[in-house]
């Protein structure tokens, strides 16, 4: 069966980013501390070219989080580039070769040509994320589908009852403001299905049963 | 060496308690929720005199919860009876024995002579935290001190770098409202050092490390 899942680091007061997000500090004040767990993983580093890190849970948590992914569904906010009609010399923040290497799919609210990159192809979606869904199932084949985030993402999803899986990576931070990640989502029941605990974060899956 | 403890239940947006929170609901619209978990344990029920429960991983964090532990601090809310001057006819929710069987502080801004009950003595604090903590330690000799709740009691000794260890009992529901646990608290240096999983609940302790 194909899910649509989602994994995302969350502060323990609940932000997925922190404030004053901006085109120069995407994360928000604060927001990198959400993710140094996984910076510093051995994964994480081959992922992106690099060699060494740390060969831990976590890393096996990072390399889990691209495994068996056949399409991604991100926010225009997450692809970058600003509002309003594209500059279309914005090619994303991840260069040449983005890590996702399978279809993305980009919800946004001004048509675009797909962009083609080195393993990755971006398709800008105008018609909804029911539509971005359907095209992400049909890329993926038998593979699962992914949202790479951001939180307004999410947030739609989860609360369009379309989510079946949500890893939250708990991180033991108090960003104290920024993005909250669990709001407008309704009253979605989920079961904790898998816990992995390490001395820098809390991995949780949560199954979405209705 | 005594530390100064405490066990919370949080919803995964971060509520310890529904809103609209009142003397005939004090754990707010849908705050039940947040309790269920262990109301359904063997260990909670032998707490309150009943038989049956489940003996589950969840029951044993609730045995373990009040042991070891040989003073409480709670905040007036907590205690209950409403605002002011304190009527003296209000001797807590918890009947003749209530079920801490140690003394607990009270915070308060309103003196009241302490009151005794089966097990458990009730000391009224006027003169702040620090001082409530005082009298608990000494009282608890070579035990812990918890603090048993609320969330603004909690707020103020983890802002005030007074707290040691914070299990938070993360419940799968979504309430989207009420009180929440971690918000002006600073930003301490939190590690987890044992996470629990099962199916109804995830248990993370935290150690407070500056």
Redesign the interface.
């Known amino acids: 069966m194909q899910l649509l899942t989602c994994q995302v680091a969350v502060s323990?007061?609940?932000f997925s980013a922190g404030p004053n997000q901006s085109l120069e500090n995407p994360l928000g004040e604060g927001g990198t501390r959400l993710h140094e767990w996984a910076l510093s993983t051995a994964s994480w580093r081959a992922q992106h070219g690099l060699d060494g890190g740390e060969d831990n849970a976590d890393s096996q948590i990072v390399e889990e989080s691209t495994q068996g992914i056949g399409a991604y569904l991100m926010g225009r906010k997450m692809f970058g580039g600003g509002d309003g009609p594209w500059d279309e010399t914005w090619t994303g923040w991840w260069g040449d070769e983005p890590p996702f290497h399978a279809p993305v799919f980009v919800l946004t609210h001004h048509p675009r040509q797909p962009l083609e990159l080195r393993g990755t192809t971006f398709t800008f979606v105008t018609e909804g994320i029911e539509s971005a869904l359907q095209q992400a199932r049909a890329a993926a084949g038998d593979q699962n589908v992914a949202i790479g985030g951001g939180a307004h993402t999410i947030q739609q999803y989860l609360a369009a009852g379309l989510l079946d899986e949500l890893q939250?990576h708990?991180v033991?931070?108090?960003l104290?403001a920024g993005e909250?990640?669990?709001?407008d989502?309704?009253?979605?029941l989920?079961?904790?299905?898998?816990?992995?605990?390490?001395?820098?974060?809390?991995h949780?899956t949560?199954r979405v049963l209705r």
């Not at 989920?190 to 809390?202: D, E, F, K, N, Y």
């Open positions: 323990l007061d609940g939250l708990i033991p931070v108090i104290g909250r990640l669990l709001v989502v309704g009253d979605p989920l079961q904790p299905v898998r816990v992995i605990g390490s001395p820098a974060v809390t949780v949560y």
